[in-house]
């Protein structure tokens, strides 16, 4: 096994006991970056000479008796909407092609004093508004999309290139980039995570959370970012430990309560992954939960709420620049910023008010559950080109439309939702399970999921990129 | 969140005319539609709720024992 095949917990245990120099962990993923780069193009931005400094820096560290604990030394990615001084963002877009930041983030503060080391930035969808991430290919199959918007941090972890990344999730855009890249994906609890220095799609939807190959690795990378922070006006102050009716401690499933969804998180979804899904709610079962269906409230006005939200709140954050230089926008973005600048505000505040009677009700609902379980997404990777799914109740929609149909939701409650492997289709294609619980409460989500991941032996570990066919090779030759 | 905003773009020039109008008003339209079937909802003394607010709490702080919860 090279080292960038490694999880964060198997590195940082290396590391911990000097088996594993930060440096030569280091130079696998840069050398696994450039062995793949040119296929799947996760990055904007490869930062190789900073990274084999701190890295040295980093090992110094250790041998020295400074450990930071188990990020030091671990390489990851950030997407390229997080400052980082010295390193242009570009948001993957020609408004900011040379923008460069001159302070950084609070996540990127946070994970450099966690001994964490910058590989470089990952590609988004422009601006973070869109699922698809265009510019990246699919590590598990070359006809299919990335999915986004944090596209290239998915890809970036699922290839080997990162051991980790960070994402923005506004409407799913971490939890499905992990899903069709088989990775695992956390969109936490809104607020717990600062979004200073980050730029926003629409701020109060946008949360910023880590892609890892594990569950506990998800759980490593939160624990280093959560926490409150005056720079950003939504950083809550958060209870000291999580509400949880789950009880803590080793003792299986047994008293964990299981809602199921039965209506919504399973109309109009591909019969694979729905069976994915339920075979993991049973294997839930056979390990002692209780599982309940649970008829969700307000479902039918989930799609028109998250678009009273998002689009006004997008044009507002674009407004100055779409009016200065509207040219400079994709032509998909542009477009949606402009239709978006036509919401009145009687709109946008009815969508604000129907996120009261949501995010009321599913407080309630979590009364009498743990932890909700859905398909993340109701595809895995569309095909790239491929614009809509037709169901076979003869219903047409984007495949857009289809992937945050069921991302949505914990944007607009702000409750905490975990992105998980649980098997792959006919194609080879991941499939995704998407677990969310009630506010602060990621630690039923990680022990959950910990839970399903300990029973499965094909997670954790990278994409075999090699067996694909290079999607931009002809481009770049 | 200082540095989280779309900077002027970094050329100037000049924007071409939009030759999309009826696109936008399409799109726009399709929005309204969509947003407005939150009308039909009873909103009588309901608030905004910009965001979820989290129950007021001691010292911020991390979301308790994340590692301990594996």
């Not at chain 1, 944090?150 to 290139?161: D, H, P, Q, R, T």
């Not at chain 1, 839970?451 to 094909?458: F, N």
């Amino acid at each position: 096994m090279q080292p960038f095949e490694l999880t964060i917990e198997h590195a940082a245990a290396a590391i911990a006991a000097r088996t594993l120099s930060p440096v030569e962990l280091v130079d696998s993923v840069l050398d696994r970056c450039d062995a793949v780069e040119r296929r799947l193009h996760a990055y904007v931005t490869v930062v190789a000479d900073r990274a084999r400094q701190d890295a040295r820096r980093a090992e110094k560290e250790i041998r020295d008796g400074l450990h930071r604990g188990p990020l030091h030394g671990i390489p990851y990615g950030l997407k390229d909407l997080f400052d980082v001084s010295g390193i242009p963002t570009t948001a993957s877009s020609r408004v900011w092609a040379d923008r460069m930041p001159d302070g950084d983030s609070t996540v990127a503060t946070r994970l450099a004093a966690a001994g964490a080391i910058l590989i470089g930035k990952t590609h988004t969808h422009e601006f973070a508004y869109g699922l698809l991430t265009p510019q990246t290919a699919n590590p598990w199959h070359a006809d299919a999309i990335a999915g986004g918007s944090s596209g290239g941090s998915a890809v970036a972890v699922a290839a080997g290139s990162a051991l980790f990344a960070l994402g923005t999730d506004t409407g799913g855009s971490i939890r499905i980039p992990a899903a069709l890249n088989g990775m695992v994906g956390l969109k936490p609890t809104y607020g717990l995570v600062s979004r200073h220095g980050v730029a926003p799609l629409a701020w109060s939807l946008d949360h910023v959370g880590p892609i890892a190959r594990t569950v506990r690795d998800t759980a490593t990378v939160l624990s280093a970012l959560a926490g409150h922070d005056p720079a950003d006006p939504a950083s809550a102050a958060a209870p000291a430990h999580a509400p949880a009716a789950y009880p803590a401690g080793p003792r299986g499933l047994r008293g964990l309560r299981v809602g199921v969804p039965d209506t919504y998180y399973f109309d109009r979804v591909d019969p694979q992954v729905e069976a994915a899904v339920r075979e993991t709610v049973e294997l839930l079962r056979e390990l002692g939960a209780a599982v309940t269906p649970v008829k969700l409230p307000l479902v039918e006005h989930m799609e028109a709420t998250q678009w009273g939200l998002m689009a006004p709140e997008a044009s507002a954050v674009h407004e100055e620049t779409l009016r200065a230089a509207p040219h400079l926008y994709g032509p998909d973005i542009r477009l949606l910023l402009e239709a978006g600048s036509h919401v009145s505000a009687l709109d946008y505040l009815r969508a604000q008010r129907t996120r009261s009677l949501i995010s009321d009700a599913w407080i309630r609902l979590f009364g009498g559950v743990d932890v909700l379980i859905a398909p993340t997404s109701p595809i895995t990777a569309a095909r790239r080109g491929q614009e809509t799914v037709r169901w076979p109740d003869g219903v047409t929609e984007t495949v857009t439309d289809a992937y945050v149909r069921l991302s949505s939701p914990a944007n607009i409650t702000g409750f905490p939702a975990l992105s998980l492997p649980v098997g792959t289709d006919s194609a080879g294609l991941p499939i995704g399970a998407q677990l969310i619980a009630a506010p602060f409460s990621e630690s039923v989500l990680f022990r959950v999921g910990t839970v399903i991941e300990e029973q499965r032996t094909d997670t954790g570990g990278p994409a075999d990129v090699p067996r694909t066919v290079a999607i931009h090779e002809s481009s770049d030759s | 969140m200082a540095a989280a905003r779309p900077y002027p773009p970094s050329a100037r020039s000049a924007p071409p005319p939009d030759d999309r109008p009826g696109e936008v008003a399409e799109l726009a339209a399709r929005l309204g539609r969509l947003i407005g079937r939150l009308r039909v909802l009873d909103l009588d003394g309901v608030t905004p709720a910009p965001v979820f607010r989290a129950p007021a709490g001691p010292a911020p702080t991390t979301p308790g024992p994340l590692d301990a919860a594996l």
